[in-house]
């Protein structure tokens, strides 16, 4: 009997423990939503990471040093998002995590637990603990502007992150590629990674739907981050596409780039109410980015039945099959991508052809009844007593699914 039968009594509310990292994050907290939605029997815990080493500043103190020796003080000096993942990239924070975690864990009396991402490992021996990732360190290597001292952390730590797919009952990913990063650069049996995708929303259907849109030949992007979303490529390609449409228009969601175009609206960081019109507004979606893991806004902009237009990165090709609900482009290429907005914009029954199966691909691979119906499915055996061979025959999920599927759970 494992510890977290022997914990959980007859009679008692059975529970899991969803681990993460990102304190206040859209998707960490949707996860939660779409684990409340797969197992309604279960209470959840949170165990978040931050608030515990929070409680412990000599750790934090000691992991300064370990970054400094590791990675140099230009760690502190390269924005952000570099000091993060160096903070976390460590060999002694990594193994301070783990060992915070077991200890928290193995006293809980949880059925399973649950992590967001893989910086971290929460597997505690009698309970069987899951991965779900939008990334894995090595697929940074896919990307045209790589760069290895960037992009990678130390060989000892990378060591470790194999350990964390290896030690995790499964691991689930949110798109297909990962699922073969996992397997191929980390050497981990294909039987115990499966792609189940992502949810953005609770209800698939936004609610409304105005045909219209389609002849405004409006181009809706949508991100914070303007050159790595490749906004400077699109500016590009839509100053082609005037010349040759030139009632089209661009709108600019998230961020306040400088812009001397004619038919370019600027509208920065909005609420999800104003999102919703402009989704509802425009013929186009389009996000040329450079370098993508999971590219969540895809998917919102296919809820809103909309033709979608991105780069061959990442989980993107996933998302749009060319000729179908969208076109795929090179990265960076701005003849392309020009080429590809001016069928759309230039043919309103394209784009409400485009739409529509946009639509249907969303509803078949990333609402919530779909992506809590896979996790259910996955975890289940693992959790009610079932054994190894059930467990790898629990659902066909463990290959990429391809662009056209319409799998459901």
Known sequence: M????????????????????????????????????????????????????????????????HILRIYGPDSFTSGKNILYIRFFGTPFMFRQIRKLLQGRISAGGYAFTFQDNSLFDASTPGTPNFVYTDHTLLENRCYPDFDASRDLLCNEWMALEKEIY?????????????????????ACDRSKVRNIYYAPYDDPDPGTQNDAKYATRNILFVGIEWKRKGGPVLLEAFRQVLSRVPDASLTIVGCMPECDLPNVEIVGKIGKEQLTQHYENASVFCLPTLKEHAGIVFTEAMRYRLPVVGTRIGAIPEYIEPGENGYLVDAGDAGQ?????????????????????????????????????????????????????????????????????????
Not at 22 to 27: E, L, P, S
């Open 2 to 65: 494992t510890r977290s039968h022997q914990n959980n009594p007859a009679g008692m509310t059975k529970k899991y423990a969803f681990v993460k990292i990102r304190t206040n994050h859209t998707v960490v907290r949707q996860i939660s939503n779409i684990l409340k939605h797969s197992f309604p029997g279960y209470r959840e815990e949170i165990i978040d990471i931050k608030p515990l080493l929070k409680r412990r500043p000599h750790l934090i103190l000691i992991n300064i040093f």
């Open 337 to 409: 991508l020009a080429e590809v907005l001016c069928k759309l914009v230039a043919d309103q029954e394209r784009c409400r052809r485009f739409g529509q199966s946009s639509y249907r691909k969303y509803c078949d691979n990333f609402t919530l009844e779909v992506v809590s119906g896979k996790i259910r499915e996955s975890l289940t055996p693992f959790i009610s007593g079932g054994d190894r061979k059930k467990a790898d025959n629990a659902g066909d999920a463990t290959a990429t699914l391809p662009s056209h599927s319409s799998e459901t759970a």
């Open 166 to 186: 290896h030690n995790a009952a499964l691991v689930l990913t949110r798109y297909g590629k990962i699922v073969d990063s996992v397997v191929n650069d980390y």
